[in-house]
Protein backbone atom coordinates (compact mmCIF):
# COMPACT_ATOMS: atom_id res chain seq x y z
CA UNK A 1 0.00 0.00 0.00
CA UNK A 2 1.10 3.48 -0.59
CA UNK A 3 1.20 5.61 1.60
CA UNK A 4 -1.14 8.29 -0.30
CA UNK A 5 -3.81 5.19 -0.07
CA UNK A 6 -3.18 4.82 3.38
CA UNK A 7 -3.85 8.34 3.49
CA UNK A 8 -7.06 8.56 1.74
CA UNK A 9 -8.41 5.73 3.72
CA UNK A 10 -7.66 7.68 6.59
CA UNK A 11 -9.46 10.63 5.54
CA UNK A 12 -12.63 8.26 4.24
CA UNK A 13 -13.06 6.04 7.05
CA UNK A 14 -11.08 7.39 10.16
CA UNK A 15 -8.54 6.39 12.50
CA UNK A 16 -10.02 2.81 13.66
CA UNK A 17 -8.66 0.81 11.09
CA UNK A 18 -11.91 -1.89 11.71
CA UNK A 19 -13.90 0.54 9.79
CA UNK A 20 -11.22 0.04 6.98
CA UNK A 21 -11.91 -2.18 3.60
CA UNK A 22 -11.47 -5.29 4.95
CA UNK A 23 -9.18 -6.34 1.81
CA UNK A 24 -7.24 -3.06 2.84
CA UNK A 25 -6.27 -3.46 6.78
CA UNK A 26 -3.45 -6.18 6.59
CA UNK A 27 -1.26 -3.69 4.32
CA UNK A 28 -2.19 -0.63 6.17
CA UNK A 29 -1.23 -2.31 9.44
CA UNK A 30 1.87 -2.33 7.94
CA UNK A 31 1.97 0.89 6.67
CA UNK A 32 1.38 1.84 10.36
CA UNK A 33 4.34 -0.47 11.33
CA UNK A 34 6.81 0.96 9.19
CA UNK A 35 5.75 4.71 9.57
CA UNK A 36 4.77 4.88 13.17
CA UNK A 37 5.11 8.95 13.01
CA UNK A 38 1.91 8.50 10.28
CA UNK A 39 -0.32 6.94 13.22
CA UNK A 40 0.66 10.47 15.49
CA UNK A 41 0.38 13.01 12.42
CA UNK A 42 -2.77 11.66 10.43
CA UNK A 43 -4.91 8.86 12.45
CA UNK A 44 -4.41 11.45 15.66
CA UNK A 45 -6.76 14.23 13.83
CA UNK A 46 -9.40 11.50 12.63
CA UNK A 47 -9.27 10.52 16.14
CA UNK A 48 -9.99 13.55 17.89
CA UNK A 49 -12.97 13.99 15.01
CA UNK A 50 -14.24 10.69 16.00
CA UNK A 51 -14.00 11.93 19.50
CA UNK A 52 -16.46 14.62 18.66
CA UNK A 53 -18.91 12.51 16.69
CA UNK A 54 -19.26 10.31 19.78
CA UNK A 55 -20.74 13.06 21.20
CA UNK A 56 -23.91 14.15 18.89
CA UNK A 57 -26.34 10.78 19.91
CA UNK A 58 -29.71 11.03 19.77
CA UNK A 59 -32.32 10.63 22.14
CA UNK A 60 -33.59 6.73 22.43
CA UNK A 61 -37.53 6.25 21.20
CA UNK A 62 -39.85 7.59 23.73
CA UNK A 63 -42.23 4.91 24.66
CA UNK A 64 -45.11 7.26 23.09
CA UNK A 65 -43.26 7.28 20.06
CA UNK A 66 -43.16 2.88 20.26
CA UNK A 67 -46.64 2.92 21.45
CA UNK A 68 -47.99 4.95 18.04
CA UNK A 69 -45.54 2.53 15.27
CA UNK A 70 -47.11 -0.86 17.37
CA UNK A 71 -50.55 0.56 16.74
CA UNK A 72 -49.83 1.14 13.43
CA UNK A 73 -48.80 -2.95 12.73
CA UNK A 74 -51.54 -5.32 11.76
CA UNK A 75 -52.42 -7.41 14.66
CA UNK A 76 -54.08 -11.04 14.23
CA UNK A 77 -56.59 -11.63 17.02
CA UNK A 78 -55.59 -14.15 19.18
CA UNK A 79 -58.04 -16.44 18.97
CA UNK A 80 -57.78 -16.42 15.03
CA UNK A 81 -58.00 -19.90 14.51
CA UNK A 82 -61.05 -20.55 16.36
CA UNK A 83 -62.36 -17.60 15.00
CA UNK A 84 -62.09 -19.02 11.55
CA UNK A 85 -63.55 -22.27 12.28
CA UNK A 86 -66.69 -20.81 13.63
CA UNK A 87 -66.61 -17.89 10.05
CA UNK A 88 -65.98 -21.04 8.34
CA UNK A 89 -68.81 -23.03 9.62
CA UNK A 90 -71.14 -19.97 9.98
CA UNK A 91 -70.56 -19.70 6.11
CA UNK A 92 -71.27 -22.70 5.53
CA UNK A 93 -74.53 -23.32 7.60
CA UNK A 94 -75.31 -19.67 6.15
CA UNK A 95 -74.82 -21.27 2.50
CA UNK A 96 -76.86 -24.47 3.28
CA UNK A 97 -79.49 -22.45 5.18
CA UNK A 98 -79.08 -19.62 2.60
CA UNK A 99 -79.15 -17.75 5.25
CA UNK A 100 -78.35 -14.07 5.11
CA UNK A 101 -77.37 -14.44 8.56
CA UNK A 102 -74.60 -17.07 8.21
CA UNK A 103 -72.91 -14.91 5.42
CA UNK A 104 -73.15 -12.02 7.62
CA UNK A 105 -71.40 -13.81 10.29
CA UNK A 106 -68.55 -15.21 7.96
CA UNK A 107 -67.72 -11.74 7.01
CA UNK A 108 -67.85 -10.58 10.72
CA UNK A 109 -65.73 -13.56 11.93
CA UNK A 110 -63.10 -12.68 9.79
CA UNK A 111 -59.16 -12.34 10.63
CA UNK A 112 -59.15 -8.03 11.62
CA UNK A 113 -59.07 -6.94 8.28
CA UNK A 114 -55.59 -5.48 7.42
CA UNK A 115 -56.24 -4.83 3.84
CA UNK A 116 -56.44 -0.55 4.03
CA UNK A 117 -52.57 -1.15 5.53
CA UNK A 118 -51.40 -3.58 2.54
CA UNK A 119 -53.43 -2.69 -0.67
CA UNK A 120 -51.79 0.52 -2.11
CA UNK A 121 -49.09 0.42 -4.30
CA UNK A 122 -45.58 0.74 -3.24
CA UNK A 123 -45.03 3.70 -5.01
CA UNK A 124 -42.50 5.71 -2.38
CA UNK A 125 -40.81 2.66 -1.30
CA UNK A 126 -39.17 1.94 -4.72
CA UNK A 127 -35.72 1.55 -3.59
CA UNK A 128 -34.11 2.70 -7.18
CA UNK A 129 -35.20 6.05 -6.66
CA UNK A 130 -32.82 6.35 -3.96
CA UNK A 131 -29.66 6.76 -6.04
CA UNK A 132 -29.43 10.33 -6.59
CA UNK A 133 -32.39 11.87 -4.26
CA UNK A 134 -31.57 15.52 -4.80
CA UNK A 135 -29.73 14.74 -8.76
CA UNK A 136 -26.53 16.30 -7.58
CA UNK A 137 -24.46 13.73 -6.58
CA UNK A 138 -22.02 15.45 -8.03
CA UNK A 139 -22.04 18.46 -6.41
CA UNK A 140 -22.82 16.98 -2.98
CA UNK B 1 -29.91 -10.95 -4.24
CA UNK B 2 -28.26 -11.27 -0.67
CA UNK B 3 -25.56 -14.04 0.01
CA UNK B 4 -26.09 -15.76 3.78
CA UNK B 5 -29.19 -15.65 5.89
CA UNK B 6 -30.59 -12.60 6.51
CA UNK B 7 -31.18 -12.30 10.57
CA UNK B 8 -34.35 -10.52 10.02
CA UNK B 9 -36.40 -12.31 7.39
CA UNK B 10 -38.11 -14.46 10.01
CA UNK B 11 -39.18 -11.72 12.26
CA UNK B 12 -40.58 -9.63 9.46
CA UNK B 13 -42.24 -12.72 7.74
CA UNK B 14 -43.99 -13.29 10.92
CA UNK B 15 -44.88 -9.27 11.68
CA UNK B 16 -46.33 -9.74 8.42
CA UNK B 17 -48.63 -12.00 9.30
CA UNK B 18 -49.67 -9.52 12.11
CA UNK B 19 -47.68 -11.49 15.16
CA UNK B 20 -47.77 -8.94 17.64
CA UNK B 21 -44.83 -10.51 19.49
CA UNK B 22 -43.26 -9.80 16.02
CA UNK B 23 -44.18 -6.59 15.44
CA UNK B 24 -42.53 -5.49 19.03
CA UNK B 25 -39.76 -7.09 18.74
CA UNK B 26 -38.50 -5.95 15.04
CA UNK B 27 -39.75 -2.31 16.97
CA UNK B 28 -36.99 -3.05 19.52
CA UNK B 29 -34.27 -4.10 17.08
CA UNK B 30 -34.92 -1.57 14.40
CA UNK B 31 -36.68 1.87 15.44
CA UNK B 32 -33.80 3.17 17.48
CA UNK B 33 -31.34 2.49 14.24
CA UNK B 34 -34.18 4.23 11.84
CA UNK B 35 -34.71 7.30 14.70
CA UNK B 36 -30.69 7.91 14.65
CA UNK B 37 -30.83 7.80 11.02
CA UNK B 38 -33.30 10.33 10.41
CA UNK B 39 -32.43 12.60 13.21
CA UNK B 40 -28.72 12.23 11.81
CA UNK B 41 -30.02 13.20 8.44
CA UNK B 42 -32.14 15.97 9.50
CA UNK B 43 -31.02 17.25 12.45
CA UNK B 44 -34.41 17.50 14.50
CA UNK B 45 -35.61 14.94 16.81
CA UNK B 46 -39.41 15.75 15.84
CA UNK B 47 -39.08 15.51 12.16
CA UNK B 48 -37.54 11.96 13.10
CA UNK B 49 -39.77 10.54 14.78
CA UNK B 50 -42.43 11.43 12.14
CA UNK B 51 -40.28 9.92 9.92
CA UNK B 52 -39.71 6.62 12.14
CA UNK B 53 -43.52 6.21 12.04
CA UNK B 54 -43.94 6.61 8.39
CA UNK B 55 -41.11 4.07 7.80
CA UNK B 56 -42.35 1.48 10.21
CA UNK B 57 -45.74 1.86 8.48
CA UNK B 58 -43.99 1.35 5.30
CA UNK B 59 -42.60 -1.84 6.82
CA UNK B 60 -46.34 -3.11 8.09
CA UNK B 61 -47.58 -2.44 4.59
CA UNK B 62 -44.82 -4.30 2.77
CA UNK B 63 -44.27 -6.75 5.57
CA UNK B 64 -46.68 -9.69 3.75
CA UNK B 65 -45.18 -9.24 0.35
CA UNK B 66 -41.64 -9.25 1.57
CA UNK B 67 -39.71 -12.00 -0.23
CA UNK B 68 -36.66 -13.64 1.57
CA UNK B 69 -32.98 -13.12 -0.58
CA UNK B 70 -34.26 -10.72 -2.54
CA UNK B 71 -32.99 -7.84 0.18
CA UNK B 72 -31.57 -7.47 3.25
CA UNK B 73 -33.92 -6.27 5.43
CA UNK B 74 -32.38 -3.19 7.20
CA UNK B 75 -30.26 -2.48 3.90
CA UNK B 76 -34.08 -1.66 2.46
CA UNK B 77 -35.51 -0.57 5.93
CA UNK B 78 -32.50 2.23 5.47
CA UNK B 79 -33.41 3.42 2.06
CA UNK B 80 -37.08 3.85 2.77
CA UNK B 81 -36.04 5.88 5.56
CA UNK B 82 -33.29 8.09 3.61
CA UNK B 83 -36.21 8.33 1.10
CA UNK B 84 -38.13 9.85 3.34
CA UNK B 85 -35.52 12.42 4.62
CA UNK B 86 -34.77 13.37 1.57
CA UNK B 87 -38.40 14.22 0.88
CA UNK B 88 -38.29 16.00 3.66
CA UNK B 89 -34.85 17.83 2.52
CA UNK B 90 -36.23 18.41 -0.53
CA UNK B 91 -39.30 19.92 0.66
CA UNK B 92 -36.77 22.68 3.47
CA UNK B 93 -35.23 23.16 0.02
CA UNK B 94 -38.31 24.27 -1.82
CA UNK B 95 -39.55 26.36 1.40
CA UNK B 96 -38.19 29.77 2.95
CA UNK B 97 -35.87 28.81 5.52
CA UNK B 98 -38.65 29.64 8.28
CA UNK B 99 -38.77 25.91 8.65
CA UNK B 100 -35.30 24.52 9.00
CA UNK B 101 -34.62 23.66 12.32
CA UNK B 102 -33.26 26.34 14.90
CA UNK B 103 -29.42 26.50 14.51
CA UNK B 104 -28.33 27.67 17.61
CA UNK B 105 -25.31 29.55 18.55
CA UNK B 106 -22.33 26.99 19.03
CA UNK B 107 -21.79 28.34 22.48
CA UNK B 108 -18.12 27.90 24.66
CA UNK B 109 -15.26 26.57 23.52
CA UNK B 110 -14.06 23.33 25.55
CA UNK B 111 -11.82 25.13 27.70
CA UNK B 112 -14.16 26.89 28.72
CA UNK B 113 -16.51 23.58 30.26
CA UNK B 114 -18.20 22.74 27.28
CA UNK B 115 -20.39 20.03 28.39
CA UNK B 116 -20.54 16.73 26.47
CA UNK B 117 -24.61 18.30 25.57
CA UNK B 118 -23.31 21.17 23.61
CA UNK B 119 -20.41 19.25 22.31
CA UNK B 120 -23.16 17.05 20.45
CA UNK B 121 -24.86 20.31 19.43
CA UNK B 122 -22.02 21.76 17.67
CA UNK B 123 -22.01 18.44 16.05
CA UNK B 124 -25.31 18.07 14.72
CA UNK B 125 -25.17 22.02 13.58
CA UNK B 126 -21.72 20.77 11.75
CA UNK B 127 -23.56 17.62 10.10
CA UNK B 128 -26.51 19.80 9.02
CA UNK B 129 -23.77 21.95 7.17
CA UNK B 130 -22.91 19.46 5.23
CA UNK B 131 -24.16 18.64 1.78
CA UNK B 132 -26.36 16.07 2.11
CA UNK B 133 -24.63 13.50 0.21
CA UNK B 134 -21.64 14.21 2.15
CA UNK B 135 -23.86 13.59 5.63
CA UNK B 136 -26.00 10.30 4.35
CA UNK B 137 -22.23 8.76 3.66
CA UNK B 138 -20.69 10.05 6.94
CA UNK B 139 -23.98 8.66 8.77
CA UNK B 140 -23.90 5.45 7.00
CA UNK B 141 -20.53 4.38 7.39
CA UNK B 142 -19.44 6.19 10.26
CA UNK B 143 -22.94 5.86 12.78
CA UNK B 144 -24.82 3.42 11.44
CA UNK B 145 -21.65 1.00 10.89
CA UNK B 146 -22.51 -0.15 7.33
CA UNK B 147 -19.31 -1.45 5.23
CA UNK B 148 -18.40 0.68 2.44
CA UNK B 149 -19.84 -1.91 -0.13
CA UNK B 150 -23.21 -2.26 1.23
CA UNK B 151 -23.46 1.90 1.79
CA UNK B 152 -22.50 3.01 -1.84
CA UNK B 153 -24.66 0.39 -3.07
CA UNK B 154 -27.26 2.18 -0.96
CA UNK B 155 -26.39 5.34 -2.03
CA UNK B 156 -26.17 4.37 -5.78
CA UNK B 157 -22.79 4.85 -6.36
CA UNK B 158 -19.29 3.13 -6.78
CA UNK B 159 -17.01 2.31 -3.60
CA UNK B 160 -14.58 5.08 -5.08
CA UNK B 161 -16.69 7.94 -4.82
CA UNK B 162 -18.08 6.66 -1.89
CA UNK B 163 -14.49 7.43 -0.89
CA UNK B 164 -14.20 10.64 -1.70
CA UNK B 165 -17.95 11.66 -0.11
CA UNK B 166 -16.63 10.59 3.17
CA UNK B 167 -13.21 12.27 2.82
CA UNK B 168 -14.93 15.37 1.79
CA UNK B 169 -17.61 15.40 4.58
CA UNK B 170 -15.00 14.89 7.19
CA UNK B 171 -12.71 17.11 6.30
CA UNK B 172 -15.45 19.99 6.37
CA UNK B 173 -16.67 18.68 9.84
CA UNK B 174 -13.06 18.45 11.03
CA UNK B 175 -12.69 22.74 10.25
CA UNK B 176 -16.05 23.12 11.26
CA UNK B 177 -15.05 21.25 14.95
CA UNK B 178 -11.11 21.86 14.96
CA UNK B 179 -11.83 23.99 18.58
CA UNK B 180 -12.86 21.01 20.15
CA UNK B 181 -9.51 19.36 19.97
CA UNK B 182 -8.61 16.67 22.54
CA UNK B 183 -11.79 15.76 23.75
CA UNK B 184 -10.73 11.79 24.57
Known sequence: MTEERFLQLASAYGADLARWPEPERAAAAAVLASRPDIAVAVLAAERDLEAALARYAPADASPALRHRIIGDAP??????????????????LGLAASCAA??????????????????????????????DPFGDAANG | MISGVDPDDEL???AGEGDSAAVQALVARKLRRVLALAERMLGDASEAEDVAQETFFKVWRNAPRWRPGAAKFDTWLHRVTLNLCYDRLRRRREKPTADLPDTPDPGPGPDRGLMAAAVGERVRVAMQGLPPRQREAIVLCHYQELGNIEAAALMGVSV?????????????????????????
Open chain 2, 160 to 184: EALESLLSRGRRALKAALADLRGLD
Open chain 1, 75 to 92: HRRAARRGWRWLAGAGLG
Open chain 2, 12 to 14: VRR
Open chain 1, 102 to 131: GVAAGFSFAPHSVAHLFGGPRGGDDLSSLA
